[in-house]
């Protein structure tokens, strides 16, 4: 697998690991999903233990087509000697503004600054227990 093909390989699983973690977040309405992870090429540090990525998360919500980006980062910790996900530190929007001030295509420059308060943070453990598909019962998750 070439760096473009795990870059991608990456933002999708973040993309999958945000959206799991926002649902049923005050602040993220039932119906609201994200589309996809933007990385800033300036902005990835590739690390011996993981990586860390700052860039835009691509989300949209039912009832319309129009999809807005926000900003993100995500730091990934991989286990001693392996290729598996130990922890993560995600965040997700500025807190000083509201969620959705910025259409799809029309994103700052790769260096816009990232939010100095995040609107969304979590930080954890990977555990099996914690992920699901959109078709699992989302009673009782994150």
């Not at 540090?45 to 990525?53: M, V």
């Amino acid at each position: 697998m070439d760096e473009s093909e795990q870059l991608q390989w990456l933002c999708s699983g973040l993309e999958y690991l945000l959206g799991d973690l926002l649902h049923g977040q005050d602040g993220w309405s039932p119906g609201q999903w994200v589309d996809g992870i933007l990385p800033a090429m300036d902005r990835i540090t590739a690390q011996r233990d993981g990586i860390e990525l700052y860039g835009f998360a691509v989300w949209g919500k039912g009832g319309t087509t129009q999809q807005w980006v926000d900003p993100v980062f995500a730091a990934v910790r991989l286990a001693p000697s392996s290729d598996v996900v130990e922890g993560y530190d995600v965040r997700f929007g500025d807190a000083s503004r509201p969620l959705g001030q910025c259409p799809y295509g029309r994103r700052g420059p790769t260096g816009s600054p990232m939010p100095h308060e995040w609107r969304f943070s979590y930080l954890g453990p990977v555990a099996a227990a914690e992920m699901h598909t959109d078709n699992d019962d989302r009673e009782g998750s994150l």
